[in-house]
């Protein structure tokens, strides 16, 4: 039979002591905030790197009428750039990206999903990136809408 190990202890501000200031109060030095990174079940980082992140909060401003398309042209792939261009903006208020998971297909290729909300209703949000001597660069895009009802 196998013995648990003991978890080790969680101390985020182990590192950083608190100092007294010359008034004789103390004071507690914070580091820089780090976020918990969420994670699967298989116990790897599913977080999407910023830059990605920022493309699908340009792209999702764009297709609410709220930034012009022609600000995409770095971020996206050609094709994807002139459906986007063609496609009329959606009636929607603005986009707020609130989750987004990806997985690393190989280092040059990214996958995301997440949520995009408006005051009234939340949608799927799916892409495609691939890793360019610029950065990542958008090459499949789509805002699944929910359908509506056949009553």
Same mark, same amino acid.
């Given at each position: 039979?196998?013995?648990?190990?003991?978890?080790?202890?969680?101390?985020?501000?182990?590192?950083?002591?608190?100092?007294?200031?010359?008034?004789?109060?103390?004071?507690?030095?914070?580091?820089?905030?780090?976020?918990?990174?969420?994670?699967?079940?298989?116990?790897?980082?599913?977080?999407?790197?910023?830059?990605?992140?920022?493309?699908?909060?340009?792209?999702?401003?764009?297709?609410?009428?709220?930034?012009?398309?022609?600000?995409?042209?770095?971020?996206?792939?050609? @094709?994807?750039? $002139?459906?986007?261009? /063609?496609? !009329?903006?959606?009636? =929607? %208020?603005?986009? +707020?990206? @609130?989750?987004? $998971?990806?997985?690393? /297909?190989? !280092?040059?290729?990214? =996958? %995301?999903?997440? +949520?995009?909300?408006?005051?009234?209703?939340?949608?799927?949000?799916?892409?495609?990136? =691939?890793?360019?001597? +610029?950065?990542?660069?958008?090459?499949?895009?789509?805002?699944?809408?929910?359908?509506?009802?056949?009553?």
């Amino acid at each position: 039979m196998r013995a648990l190990k003991p978890l080790k202890p969680y101390e985020p501000l182990e590192q950083k002591a608190a100092s007294a200031d010359p008034g004789g109060q103390l004071a507690l030095e914070l580091g820089s905030g780090r976020r918990e990174q969420p994670r699967g079940r298989d116990g790897q980082d599913h977080s999407a790197p910023a830059q990605i992140r920022a493309a699908l909060e340009a792209i999702l401003d764009a297709r609410s009428g709220r930034r012009p398309v022609s600000q995409l042209q770095g971020l996206t792939h050609p @094709r994807l750039y $002139r459906r986007l261009a /063609l496609l !009329p903006p959606l009636k =929607e %208020a603005r986009f +707020t990206l @609130r989750s987004l $998971r990806g997985c690393r /297909l190989s !280092p040059r290729i990214y =996958e %995301a999903c997440g +949520t995009a909300h408006t005051p009234s209703r939340a949608f799927a949000v799916t892409a495609r990136f =691939e890793r360019t001597e +610029t950065g990542w660069r958008c090459t499949f895009f789509d805002l699944v809408r929910p359908r509506r009802s056949r009553t």
